[in-house]
């Protein structure tokens, strides 16, 4: 039987690429849970939100948690939820404004305004 291929969510994909932007720590959770390692670190370090740890319980296994201003979620939960947190909302709108990549003269004031109208006018189903 042929396998299916699993769908990737887009949401968890724009999720994904935001947090790439977060700091990152890699830890060994030693003889702790995963868990208590991550907040152990998070204590003893200092760690300011957000920040995602990356907390590996063997040579096979690594756990990823992110550190917001409410706690620790796991990094999956966070990747489907991003617009939940509000230090994430901020990293996206800066990514998403570039002010250097825009150029607005008068002209292209008018021919945006010119669009609008004509959009305005034309009937949804009227093709």
């Keep these: 039987m042929a396998r299916r291929r699993k769908r990737k969510s ?4 724009e999720g994904r690429r935001i947090l790439e932007g977060v700091p990152q720590f890699s830890i060994d959770c030693g003889e702790d849970k995963p868990v208590t390692a991550a907040r152990k670190f998070i204590h003893t370090e200092g760690v300011l939100p957000p920040a995602l740890l990356l907390v590996k319980r063997n040579e096979h296994t690594t756990d990823r948690y992110f550190w917001a201003e409410k706690g620790l979620f796991g990094a999956q939960y966070v990747e489907e939820n991003h617009f939940l ?21 008068d002209d292209d004031m008018e021919d945006d305004e010119e669009e609008e109208e004509a959009d305005e006018l034309t009937p949804v189903g009227a093709f």
Excluded: A, K, N
């Excluded at 887009?10 to 994909?13: M, S």
């Design 10 to 13: 887009r949401r968890r994909q």
């Design 85 to 105: 947190f509000p230090s994430l909302r901020q990293m996206e709108d800066d990514s998403d404004v570039d002010t250097d990549d825009i150029d607005l003269d």
